[in-house]
């Protein structure tokens, strides 16, 4: 009985420490990304002419792609739907304009997991 008890404590031990590694790769992945405010470089485009910034979300990791869920935000509201998306390392993608209709808008990561290009491709059909 001794030894079943020992058993158990090292199954669950290890479904643990899975859980923890899982959760690491998570956390270093989003660790690479990074979201840019600047201005777009035509003058002329509707974020420039409302007096806005572009925002771009950058995976800087110098090898790995990125597997992103993001929120966008307007006037503080959470928007419905959700970005997904696969972000290949050293890419940006641009997800729209600060200033929208005179109100803010912003985007939160909401998750972020190293991928293979593969896999991405499986997903999502194409990669940024």
């Known amino acids: 009985m001794k030894s079943l008890a020992s058993i158990f404590i090292l199954f669950f031990s290890s479904i643990n420490v899975a859980g923890q590694v ?3 790769d998570e956390n270093a992945a989003a660790d690479f990304i990074v979201f840019k ?4 470089k035509d003058t002329s485009s ?10 771009y979300v950058e995976n800087t990791h110098p090898e790995k792609t990125i597997d992103l869920s993001l929120d966008r ?3 503080t509201v959470r928007q419905a739907g959700r970005s997904m998306f696969a972000l290949e390392n050293g890419h940006s993608q641009a997800l729209g304009c600060n200033i929208v209709m ?5 985007w939160e990561l909401i998750s972020a997991e190293f991928i293979s290009k593969e896999d991405a491709l499986q997903r999502y059909g194409t990669l940024y």
């Open 22 to 24: 899982a959760l690491a």
């Open 37 to 40: 405010t600047l201005e777009d």
């Open 46 to 55: 509707d974020c420039t002419q409302r007096g806005g910034l572009r925002i």
């Open 73 to 75: 935000y307007f006037s």
């Open 102 to 106: 005179d109100s803010e808008q912003h």
